[in-house]
């Protein structure tokens, strides 16, 4: 399963934004099915894990505002091009196509099986570690550094899984996903257009 995610993600970005978003998030409720991992999305673990979502999530996009003072880190986002469509990209590709889906297939399905075959930490570390490497054709496509692009979304993948064993629920690594991805486009967006009316 591992393997699969990985190569599907070197091979996903040449599908249209729409059909991509649309294909992951059900490949994801396919593989959540598939394995039986349980989401935690009843109460009472849906509670706990909106509360530390909801603290991890603003934690981040409190960080992420705060690195827009940055002189190199606004020049990095005023060079970050926008998708086609902006409200596609901000209501469907992120919550959908990449949250959902990635949440669905590492943090539950991946984390799940996983964990049945090496154990709890065993089974952190594979989806931590698929995690990372599938944002091998990102980091590419972006320009950006592979390993540091790797070893960064392994880590985060690590505290992701860590939020979803702590709460017992998928909703606060989604949450807390939601928050950084959603945020950081936002702040990219409110960069570069400041930069392009800059005269």
């Known amino acids: ?24 998030a059900a490949v ?8 039986g991992a349980p989401l935690g999305l009843g109460p009472p673990r849906l509670w706990a894990g909106v509360r530390l979502g909801s603290v991890a999530g ?3 996009a409190s960080a992420i505002a705060a690195a827009t003072a940055v002189p190199l880190v ?4 005023a060079e970050v091009e926008p998708p086609a469509s902006v409200p596609g990209w901000l209501l469907l590709q992120i919550p959908v196509g990449t949250v959902w889906s990635e949440e669905a297939a590492f943090r539950a399905a991946l984390a799940t099986a996983g964990s049945s075959a090496f154990g709890p930490f ?7 570690t698929a995690f990372g490497l599938s944002h091998i054709a990102d980091a590419r496509a972006t320009g950006e550094p592979v390993v540091a692009t790797v070893l960064v979304t392994g880590v985060a ?13 998928v909703a606060a690594p989604m949450l807390a996903h939601l928050a950084i991805n959603e945020a950081s486009a936002i ?10 009316l800059r005269p």
């Open 74 to 77: 606004r020049l990095a986002m």
């Open 187 to 196: 702040a990219a967006l409110t960069v570069r257009r400041s930069s392009i």
């Open 122 to 128: 065993g089974g952190r570390l594979l989806q931590a």
């Open 1 to 24: 399963m591992a393997t699969a995610l990985v190569g599907w993600s070197l091979v996903s970005p040449r599908q249209p934004a729409v059909m991509r978003a649309t294909l992951q």
């Open 28 to 35: 994801g409720a396919m593989l959540v099915r598939a394995t």
């Open 157 to 169: 993948g690590w505290l992701f899984g860590w939020l979803a064993d702590r709460s017992g629920s």
């Open 58 to 60: 603003a934690a981040a």
